[in-house]
Nanobody, 126 residues
Framework: QVQLVESGGGLVQAGASLRLSCVAS????????LGWFRQAPGKGEEREFV??????????YYSGSVKGRFAISRDNAKNTTYLQMNRLKPEDTAVYYC?????????????????WGQGTQVTVSS
């Protein structure tokens, strides 16, 4: 089992930056692929892929809507992954979730992730 706890969400103005953190426990962190997803208001239960990072941290992959603005990193010594969000837009408003999968292969599909955090709210005002 892996427990994930996100933090760092909040209310910011458009153009601002925010960094989310996700701390993991319960399993060897350095063996996990990590992903960030988001669920926007009015989108029901649909979670949108944001980005992912492989266990070593050398490989990342992002959705087209955030590429160039968001960056994922990880510190395996601290069991923590980060989502740095720059030039935020109102359409980035969502609950952001950290997820983990027990594989070295990065994936963008929600169903391929085994563990999820509780989410943290990010609200971007115009």
């Amino acid at each position: 089992q892996v427990q994930l706890v996100e933090s760092g969400g909040g209310l910011v103005q458009a153009g601002a930056s925010l960094r989310l953190s996700c701390v993991a426990s319960g399993r060897t962190f350095s063996s996990l692929t990590l992903g960030w997803f988001r669920q926007a208001p009015g989108k029901g239960e649909e979670r949108e892929f944001v980005g992912t990072i492989n266990p070593s941290g050398r490989v990342t992959y992002y959705s087209g809507s955030v590429k160039g603005r968001f960056a994922i990193s990880r510190d395996n010594a601290k069991n923590t992954t980060y989502l740095q969000m720059n030039r935020l837009k109102p359409e980035d408003t969502a609950v952001y979730y950290c997820a983990a999968r027990a594989s070295a292969v990065i994936q963008s599909t929600v169903s391929l992730y085994d563990y999820w955090g509780q989410g943290t709210q990010v609200t971007v005002s115009s």
